[in-house]
Nanobody, 125 residues
Framework: QIQLVESGGGLVQTGGSLRLACAIS????????VAWFRQGPGKEREIVAG????????HYADFVKGRFTIAKDGAEKTVYLEMNSLKPEDTAIYFC??????????????????WGQGTQVTVSS
């Protein structure tokens, strides 16, 4: 059983930056496909970015391309989401999700088995 713990959320002004971290605790050394999703008030959960388990392939939602960057650390125990040029519409709870079995980056939340508790990101105008 693994646990995902997000951190780094907070309140920031429009145009500001935040760096989210997803710490993965695991008793085995396993490569995971990891994705960041977000869910705004009254909205469905949507993928923001993902990184395939090899670490060589990434995916970004169109609304964050050029502003957000996803990366794994060398030990693959933490996945980061660097968020720049933040906009009020980026306000949401951000969740980290992981899968041992996906060999690609799925945009469907139901394809990820492990989830963190979420971290709130609020962008003020």
């Amino acid at each position: 059983q693994i646990q995902l713990v997000e951190s780094g959320g907070g309140l920031v002004q429009t145009g500001g930056s935040l760096r989210l971290a997803c710490a993965i605790s695991d008793l085995t050394i396993s490569p995971y496909t990891v994705a960041w999703f977000r869910q705004g008030p009254g909205k469905e959960r949507e993928i923001v970015a993902g990184i395939e388990r090899s670490g060589h392939i990434t995916h970004y939602a169109d609304f964050v391309k050029g502003r957000f960057t996803i990366a794994k650390d060398g030990a693959e125990k933490t996945v980061y989401l660097e968020m720049n040029s933040l906009k009020p519409e980026d306000t949401a709870i951000y969740f980290c999700a992981a899968s041992l079995w996906l060999s690609y980056i799925s945009t469907a939340p139901e394809n990820y088995y492990y989830w963190g508790q979420g971290t709130q990101v609020t962008v003020s105008s």
